[in-house]
């Protein structure tokens, strides 16, 4: 093309855009398309697979007129995101790993179950509740030593949205409801944190995973240390300072709270949760001659020591009284902290903003979600949704 056709061609397209970026139908035309747009991203951030166009009219409707959590929930309604995106988001939470890659099982059903039906998430520590599939699907049963059930849901593509169902844990468990603590008490979370050991990994990965804290991060060597157990080293390697300025961090902490899990224990030849009532698992006086002074358990009875010193900061309700017996009890006493409102929202943000908060916008907005999600009484959809209104431009 020479040079003369090739500035004709570019006169003629420009003049016909020119009626177009003068009329001021065209401008709003240009603005709702920005709304489609972002409600577009909303929807595949929350389900991650395209909208109907019906579904993307309605949202860009919702967007146009400010009732931006009202176009995420209208995403929220589609089945993928209670079978891929909660899945996911809940996932890492039930094993060791922290992987998404592992099946569905109690723990991750009962968080999808709890955010559909608008459970408080408070009580996700501490709930007599599971969810599993509905009996018309003929899914295999004994939920108590099998993680059968929850492998054929997936395996033959059940919805989850349409076909999980709230039942009691101590029907389906054979434990007391007075013993049951929500996901605590999970066949899933105790085969992976309630087999073998001492307790101490149940306590390390609630903390992690629902406070979004690690024991590195709550250290705090001021706390008394007369409730660490007989197996820890007072002079680990011969060096007495070790301990009084590293391992006291933690365990002055861990040891009086994992006491609530005293009566638990995950039975690998019977593959199920057990519960002794009144008496101790043995796995609690292991190694009782490292240090035969130490703290000998003799019930499940806590109590929380950081609710003095620098681990106030996590927000301790103090309606509460710090203290008390069994794992339900020490379950309210989690799941009623800041951090732990707080730490749901920042896995949510991760989850539909794709990235970690990372200025002084998104911490203030993770503190006004935080607000809004404690004041509507603990409802995830609410996190995701406002999450989701937050993140529709990025």
């Known amino acids: ?43 595949d951030r929350l389900a991650g697979v395209p909208p109907m166009e019906s579904v993307l009219d309605d949202m860009e409707a919702d967007l146009v007129t400010g009732n931006d959590t009202d176009a995420a929930l209208t995403a929220m309604e589609n089945s993928a995101f209670y079978n891929v995106t909660l899945k996911n988001f809940a996932t890492p939470w039930t094993n060791r790993e922290r992987t998404l890659f592992a099946p569905l099982n109690d723990y991750s ?115 008394s240390p007369d409730r660490i157990r007989q197996d820890v080293s007072r002079s680990p390697g011969g060096d007495s300072r070790i301990f009084n300025n590293s391992c006291v961090g933690c365990h002055s902490g861990m040891d009086p709270m994992a006491q609530a899990f005293a009566y638990y224990n995950f039975d690998s030849g019977s593959q199920r949760i057990q519960f002794t009532s009144g ?53 309210v006493e989690l799941a009623s902290s800041e951090a732990f409102a707080r730490c749901q929202v920042k896995k949510a943000f991760k989850t539909v903003c794709l990235r970690e908060p990372g200025n002084s916008q998104d911490r203030s907005r993770i503190d006004s979600i935080t607000a809004a999600f404690k004041a509507d009484n603990y409802n995830m959809k609410t996190v995701f949704a406002e999450t989701a209104a937050y993140c529709k431009g990025i």
């Open 279 to 331: 008496i101790t698992q043995p796995k609690y006086h292991i190694n009782e001659n490292t240090f035969k002074y130490g703290f000998v358990t003799t019930d499940d009875h806590w109590d929380n020591y950081w609710r003095a010193g620098q681990n106030a900061l996590l927000g301790w309700d103090p309606g509460l009284p710090g203290s008390g017996d069994g794992a339900k009890s020490l379950g």
């Open 109 to 223: 059903a009962t968080v999808i179950g709890m955010v559909r039906d608008e459970v408080p998430f408070n009580r996700l520590l501490s709930a007599d509740l599971l969810y599993k599939g509905d009996d018309s699907l003929g899914l295999p049963g004994n939920l108590q030593a099998s993680n059968d059930h929850y492998i054929a849901m997936e395996e033959q593509g059940i919805d989850l949205k349409d076909n999980l169902v709230p039942d009691l844990q101590s029907l389906n468990y054979g434990i007391p409801s007075t013993a049951t603590a929500g996901v605590l008490t999970s066949r899933a979370a105790a085969k992976e944190f309630f087999v073998d050991g001492t307790n101490r990994a149940m306590f390390r990965f609630t903390l992690l995973n629902h406070l979004c804290n690690d024991l590195e991060q709550v250290k705090d060597i001021t706390r």
């Open 1 to 43: 093309m020479t040079t003369t056709r090739l500035q004709t061609c570019i006169e003629s397209v420009l003049h016909n855009l020119l009626p177009c970026i003068l009329v001021l139908g065209c401008t709003a035309s240009s603005a709702g398309e920005i709304e489609r747009r972002q409600a577009k991203r909303i929807h």
